[in-house]
Each structure stands twice: as structure tokens, then as C-alpha cells.
């Protein structure tokens, strides 16, 4: 009977954790499932093999208040193109990935039922990112929140002031993970490493993200992978099958 239930066990977290690998996120844009789209247009082609957007959304994605969400980057004066790169390849991202299974929350919000919370990101794409935008402007810490959209817009609140991101954002990670409330966890995990999540990847050797959801789905979302829980599953399977005089 033990035995039994260790496959049982087995069975069903294996399931869960395909459930969480090449899935598209409820929400607004998104495709119902992934799949090739080779009409990805810019920054957003390095999903073409596998993506979660359609080629409209990948070239929504590069301009100024797009009809995807109406944001405006501009909103403390123009963004330099050195900058406004790094929230164009956070946009594909978002809108392309089919590996942020295991980082996909509930919502309540208004338009989407899903976000992603807490994706690790890698140190490299994060301080890049806060490197090239140090001197870039904004009025605000979190995006996702607060602003006055009576024009169509977001236009900066009353009384919000424009600053450099290097005084509204001090560290790399107050940028990473303030601003869009959390989505991305500022991590010191590498590029290449298979534990963080890039924003940036070369398409030529595959996308790298692949493995890194396969190995965050053996854990749980935003916890540390609890790789021993499945190798104790295992354990006892052996020892139930072997102590299983009735089958000998
Ligand atoms: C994308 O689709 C929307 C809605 O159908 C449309 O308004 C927009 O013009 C399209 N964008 C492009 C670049 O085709
Ligand atoms: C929002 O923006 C409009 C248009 O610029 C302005 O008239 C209004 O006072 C603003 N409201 C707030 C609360 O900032």
C-alpha cells in the first residue's frame, strides 16, 4: 500500500510541475498557449521558436504609448534610447515568455487575472538595466500605481516630483523590484548559471530560460527549490517496493 501512495505522490508532483513549464499568463495580451511566431518583430524575436505574444503585441511592445497598456515612458521628459531599450526587452519579456509558470500569481486587478511575482532576475540584466537609466527621469517608484490617467496617459501625480532614477532608485534593486510592485526579485545569480532568469539571451544557444523554470517548478514558486522533497519521494518508493513481500 505505501507503495502505492509513493507512486501516487510522485505522479501528482511531477504534474505539478509540468503545469507550471511552457504556460502563457492570464492576462491581457497574452495567448491562451505558446507557440512559434515567426513574425516577431525587434527586440522581442529572441521568442520566435516559442512565444506567448502575437507579432501585433511585439511591435506594440517598441512604441511610445502603445496600444498595448497606453504607458508612457516619457512622462519626466524623453527617455534615451540607451535606456528605454532595457523596458522595451522588459515588455517582450513579459508579453513573450513561456517560462514564468513558476512566478505566475492570482490577481484581482481590473484587466488580468495573472501577474508574475518575485521572477528572479539576473544581476547582470538588472544592474545593466539601472546603469543605463541612472540619468533617465521619472516622477515615481512603483508604475503600476498612482498615476493620473484623465488624459489617456499616465501623467505624473500632483505633487510627484521628476528626479533622476539614480535618487528614485538608489540600487539596482530598488529599480528591479519597486517598480512594477514586485514582478522581479533582484537576485546575484549569473547569467548562464541556469538559476536566474534573463531578460537579454543569445537565440543561437536556445533560450536559456527553459531550464531555469524546470528548475524553479521542482520547488515552489518564490521559495528556493526543495530539491531533496522529490529525492526522499524516491527513497521511499525504493524502500516500499523492496519491502514489498506481497508483489516478491
Ligand atoms: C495591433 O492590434 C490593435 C487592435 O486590433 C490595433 O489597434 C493596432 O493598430 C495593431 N498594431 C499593429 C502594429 O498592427
Ligand atoms: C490630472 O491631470 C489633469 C490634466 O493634466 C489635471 O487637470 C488634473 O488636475 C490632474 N489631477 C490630479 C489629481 O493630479
Known amino acids: 500500500m505505501a507503495s502505492l501512495w509513493a507512486v501516487l505522490a510522485l505522479l501528482a508532483l511531477s504534474s505539478a510541475q509540468d503545469s507550471l513549464l511552457n504556460i502563457c499568463m492570464d492576462a491581457q495580451h497574452h495567448k491562451s498557449k505558446p507557440g512559434p511566431e515567426?513574425?516577431?518583430?525587434?527586440?522581442?524575436?529572441l521568442w520566435k521558436d516559442n512565444a506567448c505574444c502575437t507579432a501585433n503585441t511585439s511591435i506594440e511592445a517598441h512604441r511610445?504609448?502603445?496600444?498595448l497598456y497606453g504607458f508612457n515612458w516619457d512622462h519626466c521628459g524623453a527617455m534615451a534610447q540607451?535606456?528605454?531599450?532595457?523596458?522595451?526587452?522588459?515588455?517582450?519579456?513579459?508579453?513573450c515568455s513561456p517560462n514564468l509558470g513558476p512566478w505566475i500569481d492570482q490577481t484581482d486587478s481590473s484587466w488580468r487575472?495573472?501577474?508574475?511575482?518575485?521572477?528572479?532576475?539576473?544581476?547582470?540584466?538588472?544592474?545593466?538595466?539601472?546603469e543605463d537609466c541612472r540619468d533617465a527621469s521619472?516622477?515615481?517608484?512603483?508604475w503600476h500605481k498612482g498615476w493620473n490617467w484623465s488624459t489617456g496617459t499616465n501623467q505624473c501625480?500632483?505633487?510627484?516630483m521628476c528626479q533622476k532614477f539614480k535618487y528614485v532608485f538608489p540600487t539596482p534593486a530598488d529599480l528591479c523590484e519597486k517598480l512594477w510592485s514586485h514582478s522581479y526579485r533582484y537576485t546575484t545569480e549569473r547569467r548562464?548559471?541556469?538559476?536566474?532568469?534573463?531578460?537579454?539571451?543569445d537565440p543561437i544557444e536556445g533560450n536559456p530560460n527553459v531550464a531555469v523554470a524546470q528548475y524553479y517548478a521542482?520547488?515552489?514558486?518564490?521559495?528556493?527549490?526543495?530539491?531533496?522533497?522529490?529525492?526522499?519521494?524516491?527513497?521511499?518508493?525504493?524502500?516500499a517496493l523492496l519491502g514489498a513481500a506481497p508483489w516478491g
Open 113 to 130: 487575472r495573472q501577474r508574475i511575482l518575485n521572477v528572479p532576475l539576473c544581476r547582470e540584466d538588472c544592474e545593466q538595466w539601472w
Open 138 to 142: 521619472t516622477c515615481k517608484v512603483n
Open 38 to 45: 515567426g513574425q516577431l518583430y525587434g527586440q522581442c524575436v
Open 218 to 239: 521542482r520547488g515552489s514558486a518564490a521559495d528556493p527549490p526543495r530539491s531533496p522533497a522529490p529525492l526522499a519521494l524516491l527513497a521511499l518508493l525504493g524502500s
Open 157 to 160: 501625480p500632483r505633487g510627484a
Open 64 to 67: 511610445d504609448q502603445s496600444y
Open 82 to 95: 540607451r535606456c528605454k531599450r532595457h523596458f522595451i526587452q522588459d515588455t517582450c519579456l513579459y508579453e
Open 192 to 201: 548562464g548559471g541556469g538559476r536566474c532568469i534573463q531578460m537579454w539571451f
